[in-house]
Structure formats: C-alpha cells, structure tokens
C-alpha cells in the first residue's frame, strides 16, 4: 500500500503541560506527502510534534536511512534554534534511538 495511513498519525502539543503552541497535520498528493505545520510558544511547554504507535515491530533493515526535510521561517538571533527529535523504539522499553 502507497501513502501514509492517514487515520494512524496524531498531533501533541505542550497543552498538556499549559503550553500554547499549536500544531496541524495534513496528507497531500495523494498521502504521498506528510505535512506537519505548527507554533512553537515556549510560554508553556515550548512543543509541537507528530507521533504514530506500531502494535508490531517494523523491519527496517531494507533501508538505508530516514529522509526528513524541515522548513522553518526566519527568526532573530534572540530567538532559540529549531530543534528536531526523530525517536524510534519499541513500545514496551525506554530505550529510543
């Protein structure tokens, strides 16, 4: 099957810890293309993300790598650097990579 599983993915926002940053997620080109948009309000929680849960292990070992491609307007030099995290792990242990 071609394209993400639309229904699979979800946004989080530091809400959850009385932030106010926002976060929107849509497929484009036939759900070829993930586009995940948002603002970041370090008022708060300072995060914006895009999670999806597996209930089975992946096999990866095909691929070569992980393509990310990450736009984010200008900002001042006051201003705290973009950050991204990429996690990866089984549900049922704390060790990420």
Do not use: C
């Amino acid at each position: 099957e071609l394209g993400w599983d639309t229904s699979a993915w979800r946004v989080q926002v530091d809400g959850v810890m009385g932030g106010r940053s926002s976060g929107y997620l849509k497929f484009e080109e036939s759900n070829q293309i993930m586009k995940f948009t948002g603002n970041i309000n370090l008022n708060g929680g300072g995060f914006s993300s895009v999670r999806r849960q597996y209930s089975d292990a992946k096999n990866l070992s095909e691929y070569s790598g992980i393509v990310v491609n990450v736009k984010t307007s200008a900002s001042s030099l006051s201003s705290p650097p973009l950050g991204l995290h990429l996690q990866l792990h089984a549900s049922y242990t704390n060790w990420g990579f």
